[in-house]
T-cell receptor, first 113, second 112 residues
Framework: DAMVIQNPRYQVTQFGKPVTLSCSQT?????MYWYQQKSSQAPKLLFH???????NEADTPDNFQSRRPNTSFCFLDIRSPGLGDAAMYLC????????????FGSGTRLTVV | GQQLNQSPQSMFIQEGEDVSMNCTSS?????WLWYKQDPGEGPVLLIA?????ELTSNGRLTAQFGITRKDSFLNISASIPSDVGIYFC????????????FGTGTRLKVLA
């Protein structure tokens, strides 16, 4: 089945140690998004790629970066994780910007120790 | 900025009961989406609405696009234990932005 796959499902990292989360999709969607979701809160958009064009949200900390080497893969890099970065990170895709909504992956739950 | 308020924040209901929840915006939206998120999983799209007044069903779920374009409603009929989870609305405005803004979520717990 076509889908959005996030790895790993659970990630534990040390305070200040760089960490990378990955997302892959078999939907051939043009747009890939990264959301941060803290406990009992709504998902918060960090940035998105439309093809190779990167779009950062104004309030996304510089600590968060992203890479999209090809259509299928997108990575979230956290350069120096702090305790406040512990959250569920959701990857989503869509055919075009907005459109018929997003297809989400299962998320990666990040713990910072 | 735009905000989406969902009501209620949480609810406990008995199995078999009908459930209603709503989402309101401070500005006009042209698309409304309803998602369900199970614990530890990503949100899954339930229903998409594109026109004011539109009423759309997906099994026991029915959602409506409010005629003012500032609200949307989700109803679940004859709830079952697997309906437990968090229900999020998401809206996209007429400004042409790609962004879907998510609501604060309604946490549903079904008592068998």
């Amino acid at each position: 089945d076509a889908m959005v796959i996030q790895n790993p499902r659970y990630q534990v990292t040390q305070f200040g140690k760089p960490v990378t989360l990955s997302c892959s999709q078999t939907l051939n969607h043009n747009v890939m998004y990264w959301y941060q979701q803290k406990s009992s809160q709504a998902p918060k958009l960090l940035f998105h790629y439309y093809d190779k064009d990167f779009n950062n949200e104004a309030d996304t900390p510089d600590n968060f970066q992203s890479r999209r080497p090809n259509t299928s893969f997108c990575f979230l890099d956290i350069r120096s994780p702090g305790l406040g970065d512990a959250a569920m990170y959701l990857c989503a895709t869509s055919i075009t910007l907005g459109g018929d909504g997003y297809t989400f992956g299962s998320g990666t739950r990040l713990t910072v120790v | 900025g735009q905000q989406l308020n969902q009501s209620p924040q949480s609810m406990f209901i008995q199995e078999g009961e009908d459930v209603s929840m709503n989402c309101t915006s401070s500005s006009i939206f042209n698309t409304w989406l309803w998602y369900k998120q199970d614990p530890g999983e990503g949100p899954v799209l339930l229903i998409a609405l594109y026109k004011a007044g539109e009423l759309t069903s997906n099994g026991r779920l029915t959602a409506q696009f409010g005629i003012t374009r500032k609200d949307s409603f989700l109803n679940i009929s004859a709830s079952i234990p697997s309906d437990v989870g968090i229900y999020f609305c998401a809206g996209s405005s007429l400004s042409g932005t790609y962004k879907y803004i998510f609501g604060t979520g309604t946490r549903l717990k079904v008592l068998a």
